[in-house]
Nanobody
Framework: QVQLVESGGGLVQAGGSLRLSCAASGFTFTNYAMGWFRQAPGKERELVAAITWGGVIPYYADSVKGRFTISRDNAKNTVYLQMNSLKPEDTAVYYC?????????????????WGQGTQVIVSS
């Protein structure tokens, strides 16, 4: 069955960096777009970054542009989110998600499978 397993979250001071990983299994990884979402307490889940099956023209939310980088290693069935210059407002649970196709979309409803989430806490 499809599995998405996130790792790499934790507690970091403002200005610091973290790299999230999402290991995928149970499907042909190269056929699908992947996304990273986040959800803070009391807020809706929002798309942070997404990448097509081929890894070109990634999408970033305005709030993370220039600080976060999404990438994928199709040989390892893994998608990454490098997060630099972290801010307290980046604190959230981060989720990896698989799209329905090779192209990405921005709504959570456009993603079929989800990981369990990994907590990121940025202290000021």
């Amino acid at each position: 069955q499809v599995q998405l397993v996130e790792s790499g979250g934790g507690l970091v001071q403002a200005g610091g960096s973290l790299r999230l990983s999402c290991a995928a299994s149970g499907f042909t990884f190269t056929n699908y777009a992947m996304g990273w979402f986040r959800q803070a307490p009391g807020k809706e889940r929002e798309l942070v970054a997404a990448i097509t099956w081929g890894g070109v023209i990634p999408y970033y939310a305005d709030s993370v542009k220039g600080r976060f980088t999404i990438s994928r290693d199709n040989a390892k069935n893994t998608v990454y989110l490098q997060m630099n210059s972290l801010k307290p407002e980046d604190t959230a649970v981060y989720y990896c998600a698989r799209g329905y196709s090779g192209s990405y979309y921005r709504s959570p409803s456009d993603y079929e499978y989800w990981g369990q989430g990994t907590q990121v806490i940025v202290s000021s």
